[in-house]
């Protein structure tokens, strides 16, 4: 049977191609089957590990397998992740322990080894690198894998080396993973989580309207909570509510939001993969002991985490024009804000005023646990900071941090405190924490 026509399906456990709709394989008798008209037509792909923490830690004690485990605990009191055992009985990341233990009293509580985490998410990724140069990863244990052009490389087709990739994962690591199959990363990343565990998701081009269209909005990738309870007062719930309007009157409504919405909810989404996300932003983030809400808090920390993210710039020559805000709740959710300058900057009081504004909209009572800093669109520095006319005190803040440049380069970095960040020595030089 030729690989490649799309009338033959493939088993996902022994990778035979399946001829026919048969609800199992003609091989081995499974019946993990995957048939898709544009199987062999995409390329994009995300992959996700399955409860990672959790699998982890149940690979490493078989005695744990049937049981609900729980990584989480520890200083912060929440569930960092729960098994899917442990899931049936209610259990959700984020959860406050005691509430996870009382849906579920039988738990096994585990609190995190980050460092084997961390040492088991690069051997999944070295596993990704080796099947496309082309790995952008989203975080420890989660990929996007641009497979165009590597069919002559593994001698089949992306859907069967991502099927082949998941199989190896199960067997030389020991955890398993769930893989969304593409045109688009935004589609590529909501099929990978459509069917975990173990899952394998197509979505072709041909379906993506209306696939999309009885989704909510929050699908969207960058539709948080306030976003979508600010669409529900316009009376959008649905995506196929954004698909029926023009991208005039959404641009109006909402910005440049408005054009993300009206190219994803058409499943329109030319970001490429790009492997060396890292190299294309300059940020310094951390995760506090305690939460915090208040802008009196917050904000030493946003100019300490500035001064860092201003120091590696000064010191690769380089120089951002976005600066972006990132925020994570008390319950792990994301938000990140970003503002385009007029002009490329280097300057750490550039970066906290703008972060400030930013920050000013977000300080809402809302308890955050880690506070980001940082700058994207990166250049190198000849055009950065030019003299700014208009703003005499921005130009005299230049100045100013220019001799404060001097003085540490004199007598060590912290020869110069600004009045945001004295006397705050903890949280304002927070120590490297591990994001989860
Ligand atoms: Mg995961």
Same mark, same amino acid.
């Given at each position: ?118 040492? %088991? ?20 244990? =989660? ?6 052009? $590597?069919?002559?490389?593994?001698? @089949?087709?992306?859907?069967? %080396? ?9 067997? =030389? ?7 969304? @199959? ?103 983030? $951390? ?13 030493p920390?946003?100019r300490a985490?500035s001064e860092? %993210? ?25 938000? $990140? ?7 490329? $900057?280097?300057?750490a009081d550039?970066?906290f ?44 803040r230049? @100045?100013a941090e220019?001799?404060i ?11 110069v405190e600004t009045g945001y960040t004295f006397g705050k020595?903890?949280?304002a030089?927070?120590? =490297?924490?591990?994001?989860?």
């Amino acid at each position: 049977m030729p690989v490649n026509d799309p009338s033959h399906g493939f088993c996902r456990d022994c990778l035979a191609l399946q001829r026919g709709s048969g609800p199992r394989c003609h091989g081995c008798g499974s019946p993990r089957l995957l048939r898709h008209p544009e199987l062999y037509k995409l390329h994009l792909a995300h992959i996700d590990c399955d409860a990672f923490y959790a699998a982890v830690e149940k690979r490493d004690n078989p005695e744990l397998k049937d049981k609900p485990v729980i990584i989480g605990g520890g200083k912060r009191g929440v569930v960092s992740t729960a098994c899917y055992i442990a899931r049936i009985h209610g259990v959700r990341s984020a959860m406050p322990m005691f509430k996870a233990l009382e849906a579920c009293p039988e738990a096994v509580v585990i609190s995190p080894d980050m460092e084997k985490y961390v040492r %088991v998410g690069r051997e999944v990724r070295s596993m990704m690198q080796a099947l496309t140069p082309l790995v952008e990863p989203l975080s420890i244990d =989660e990929a996007f894998l641009d497979l165009d052009g $590597t069919e002559r490389l593994h001698g @089949l087709p992306p859907a069967l %080396v991502l099927a082949r990739f998941a199989v190896a994962v199960e067997k =030389e690591i020991g955890i398993t993973v769930s893989a969304g @199959l593409s045109y688009c990363k935004f589609l590529a990343k909501v099929a990978s989580d459509l069917r975990k565990p173990r899952g394998f998701t197509v979505i072709g081009e041909a379906e993506a309207l209306a696939f999309l269209a009885p989704q909510p909005v929050t699908m969207i990738w960058g539709v948080g909570k306030a976003f979508a309870a600010t669409l529900e007062s316009d009376g959008i719930r649905s995506i196929g509510q954004l698909q029926r309007m023009d991208r005039g009157d959404l641009m109006r409504r909402y910005g440049t939001m408005g054009s993300r919405l009206y190219h994803l909810s058409r499943g329109q989404d030319d970001r490429q993969v790009s492997p060396d996300q890292e190299a294309k932003s300059v940020s310094a983030e $951390t995760t506090f002991d305690t939460d915090l809400a208040s802008s009196a808090e917050l904000v030493p920390v946003l100019r300490a985490l500035s001064e860092k %993210v201003s120091a590696r710039l000064k010191k690769a020559n380089i120089a951002g024009r976005t600066v972006v805000l990132k925020l994570k709740s008390q319950d792990f959710k994301l938000r $990140t804000r970003n503002r385009q300058l007029t002009d490329p $900057t280097r300057l750490a009081d550039r970066i906290f005023q703008t972060g400030m504004q930013l920050l000013s909209k977000e300080t809402d009572g809302t308890k955050y646990r880690l506070l980001g800093i940082g700058v994207s669109d990166l250049s190198d520095d000849e055009r950065a900071d030019p003299p700014d006319l208009v703003d005499v005190q921005s130009r005299k803040r230049a @100045l100013a941090e220019g001799a404060i440049d001097v003085l540490r380069g004199k007598f060590g970095k912290n020869a110069v405190e600004t009045g945001y960040t004295f006397g705050k020595g903890r949280n304002a030089h927070p120590p =490297e924490a591990l994001d989860d």
